[in-house]
């Protein structure tokens, strides 16, 4: 048995296992581009439960329709080799099959006692994060990190994580403080950079964001698919400031011309912030049009409520009206049939806002407002951040707005 580069042991005889395992590591918590080099502690010891899981993680955080079987193989991998393996690695097993099968009260169960018990395990932290990220649960992102702080006292990773949770839960001061020591330890955190930027753009502090993350930008080229979100960050700072042709600049040139187009996150970013465009009277073009070939075949992934609202609202500016049809009755399907931890959210939540999306991208102004009313007050549900949910927000005061004039009209 060997120690990983947290000090954390590992069931395996390989030193060339041990070090694509902190190498993938490193690479998920700098969100960096070459998350693959874990699957070569496959050839260095095929039998290596942690080595397993994480590939098994890493088809999970693709985010599509076939991640999960295609992470089944490498978890059955990991189950045969349970006998030998530490409690560590077993819970990890449980919380990532957890995951492949939508079970996400399971699956943060195993996160939490790994937070407690192997504090120094800051991966399984962040997965952890990432699924209350995706639930909404603010709180208990926060919770989390801060359950792993006090073993991590000098990790700048742990500051960027701690930032962030702090700016979802409203704890703005706290946060910026913790995003610029992060950065302090160390410059090259896109995490962090990411955490304080989502500070100043609640504050509207609008030139000094753009400053921020425009400064740091040259650390984003070691990046991989989350240089796009951060410039997409830059971008919603110019937008607010009025300036929408440096923001529709940034769309072709960083966040829809580099990105990564088969990848959920990147594609989400693009249709988020035309749609923004759009509502301030910016004509798009035909941007619309590579959005909805890039969603055409995920019409069932239903991997999270904040991509299918948008991924739908892609599909019928794009003219694929058809296919939204589609989206939607699948939707209806999966939120009769999604796991129970989860069912309530997408039959409650995520079909009405799908249904309000679509009908928004179609000019049904009625619609799109009861639609929205039904799910108004949990759409921290749809996961994502708040500045993310903040596309719902403007889509259905922009619908309210129409309807109104439209009434308006009939009246006279």
Same mark, same amino acid.
């Given at each position: 048995?060997?120690?990983? /580069? ?5 069931? !395996? ?15 998920? #918590?700098?969100? *960096?581009? +070459? ?6 502690? #496959? &050839? ?19 985010? !599509? ?86 073993? +991590? /006292? ?18 703005? &001061? ?11 330890? +160390? ?28 400064? #740091? ?24 400031? *009025? ?28 249709? /988020? ?44 500016? &794009? ?53 929205? &009313? ?9 996961? *994502? /951040? ?27």
């Amino acid at each position: 048995m060997l120690h990983n /580069s947290q000090g954390l042991p590992v069931t !395996t005889d390989s030193p060339e296992a041990i070090a694509a395992i902190d190498q993938f590591t490193h690479q998920m #918590l700098s969100y *960096g581009n +070459n998350c693959q080099v874990i699957t070569s502690g #496959l &050839a260095a010891d095929p039998t290596s439960v942690l080595v397993n899981t994480h590939v098994a993680a890493l088809h999970l955080f693709a985010e !599509t329709a076939t991640a999960a079987t295609e992470a089944q193989p490498y978890l059955h991998t990991a189950r045969q080799h349970l006998d030998t393996a530490t409690e560590r690695e077993r819970l990890y097993v449980e919380a990532i099959a957890a995951w492949a099968d939508n079970d996400f009260d399971r699956a943060l169960a195993c996160h939490t006692l790994l937070a407690e018990r192997y504090p120094r395990d800051l991966l399984a932290a962040q997965i952890g994060q990432y699924h209350h990220f995706n639930l909404g649960n603010a709180e208990e992102l926060l919770t989390l990190v801060e359950t792993i702080l006090p073993a +991590n /006292s000098e990790n700048h990773f742990v500051y960027g994580m701690l930032a962030f949770g702090l700016e979802q839960c409203h704890r703005l &001061a706290e946060a910026e403080a913790a995003g610029r020591r992060a950065v302090d330890l +160390n410059r090259q955190d896109p995490w962090a950079h990411h955490a304080v930027a989502h500070v100043m753009e609640t504050q509207q502090r609008l030139g000094e964001g753009i400053t921020w993350m425009e400064s #740091l930008a040259d650390t984003w080229e070691s990046c991989g698919t989350f240089r796009t979100h951060n410039w997409w960050h830059v971008a919603l700072y110019y937008l607010a400031q *009025g300036n929408t042709d440096q923001a529709l600049h940034l769309y072709d040139r960083e966040i829809w011309g580099r990105a990564t187009k088969d990848y959920s996150q990147c594609v989400i970013n693009a249709i /988020s912030l035309l749609i923004r465009l759009e509502l301030r009277g910016v004509d798009v073009g035909d941007r619309w049009q590579e959005l909805g070939n890039a969603v055409c075949d995920r019409l069932h992934d239903h991997v999270s409520p904040l991509l299918d609202t948008q991924y739908i609202y892609a599909l019928t500016r &794009a003219g694929y009206d058809a296919l939204a049809t589609d989206m939607l009755h699948s939707i209806v399907t999966y939120s009769q049939q999604a796991h129970p931890s989860i069912r309530a959210i997408w039959a409650e939540v995520t079909l009405p806002v799908a249904e309000a999306m679509r009908a928004e991208a179609r000019g049904d102004w009625s619609t799109s407002v009861e639609k929205f &009313a039904i799910a108004q007050s949990r759409l921290h549900q749809l996961g *994502g /951040s708040h500045a993310q949910r903040g596309v719902y927000h403007q889509v259905y005061r922009h619908a309210l707005a129409k309807l109104s004039q439209t009434e308006l009209k009939t009246a006279v």
